[in-house]
């Protein structure tokens, strides 16, 4: 017997029970059908959902510009900044550049080895000195309090339970210092993600977490970590890709963090439906609701 584990979700103003059997690696869903647990996305295919997310997403634009407004506003002056899961380092260079000033001393830590190659690469550029680390931060991670800005961007959904990691990050600051935390609210992905809960492929090093700004604040508020959001606006665009049912399908693949295209086509055709179900058609414009949540704790 495996280990049983059951949810339910609600999809389409109907409520449906489904369960998940870990051993058996099958899925059983509403039709009380047994079906194959999608697989994890390949590489390769992780690479292509991700460019077209990238080619439709537009939330990059209003977080620049939070945190451009954020440094400005707490480091009038000179900064050193650590980036914790920095990724290639094209969004804090992009954001760097638009700021026009570069920090003293850019920290970082990237535990993926393609993305930690780039950013190396790419770190002489962001800051006069630079400390790049190879290594996955943990709640564990021990940071001298020497940073202006700890930033979190999009990174904490690998960080189980977010708090603790958010208060080894907060060592990290200096007296005045802010840490800057962009992470999904409770909406557009996160609501893909729990109508298809049982279907989510949840991977060892913890991509898809299902994890939002809304269980970041209870889990900062039960650690006494005084904590404000920000909503920020973000959406995708789908106009283009409207009546391209296969490439809204690899949209649900890339929420999902698993391999649609095999499984039952039933399932396919409702993933296509949930994701049209929540764009906002305005004449040939169909507008995805996805916005950021910016959330900032300074240190005392
Ligand atoms: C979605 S990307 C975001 C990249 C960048 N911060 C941005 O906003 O564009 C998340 C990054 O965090 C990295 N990451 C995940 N868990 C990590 C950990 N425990 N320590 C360091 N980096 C981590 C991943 O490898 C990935 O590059």
């Known amino acids: 017997m495996g280990v049983f584990l059951s949810g339910s979700f609600w999809g ?4 449906v ?8 690696k099958t899925v059983k869903v509403e039709s009380g059908q047994q079906i194959a647990q999608p697989a994890a996305l390949s590489e390769a295919r992780y690479a292509e959902t991700f460019g077209l997310l990238v080619r439709v997403s537009r939330e990059y634009e209003p977080m620049k510009q939070a945190l451009i407004r954020t440094i400005s506003r707490y480091c009038p002056e000179s900064f050193s900044l650590l980036d914790i899961g920095a990724g290639r380092g094209i969004f804090i260079g992009d954001v760097l550049s638009e ?10 830590y990237e535990s ?9 690469a790419k770190s002489p550029e962001l800051a006069r000195q630079q400390s790049v680390w190879r290594e996955a931060f943990t709640s564990e991670t021990v940071l001298k309090p020497e940073w202006d800005v700890v930033l979190m961007s999009h990174s904490l959904y690998w960080m189980q339970p977010m708090g603790l990691h958010v208060q080894a990050a907060l060592a990290g600051l200096k007296p005045g210092g802010v840490l800057v935390i962009f992470l999904q609210p409770p909406a557009g992905f996160y609501k893909l993600q729990l109508d298809f809960m049982d279907l989510m492929v949840c991977r060892d090093n913890g991509l ?35 009546d391209d049912d296969r490439a809204l399908l690899d949209m649900g693949c890339f929420i999902l963090g698993g391999e ?3 499984v039952p086509e039933w399932i396919q055709k ?19 609701n996805q916005p950021t949540s910016m959330v900032i704790v300074q240190k005392s």
């Open 112 to 120: 993926n080895p393609d993305h930690f190659q780039a950013l190396q």
């Open 208 to 242: 898809n977490n299902h994890a939002s700004s809304q269980e970041l604040m209870a889990e900062l508020k039960a650690l006494n970590i005084d904590a404000t959001e920000e909503l920020l606006p973000g959406y995708l665009d789908f106009s283009d890709i409207w």
């Open 260 to 262: 649609l295209r095999e």
């Open 12 to 15: 389409g103003g109907y409520s």
């Open 17 to 24: 029970r489904s369960s998940f059997d870990l051993k058996a």
């Open 270 to 288: 409702k993933m296509v439906h949930h994701i049209q179900a929540n764009t906002l058609q305005l004449d040939r414009f169909k507008l995805f």
């Open 99 to 108: 700021l026009f000033r570069r920090p003293d001393l850019y920290g970082a």
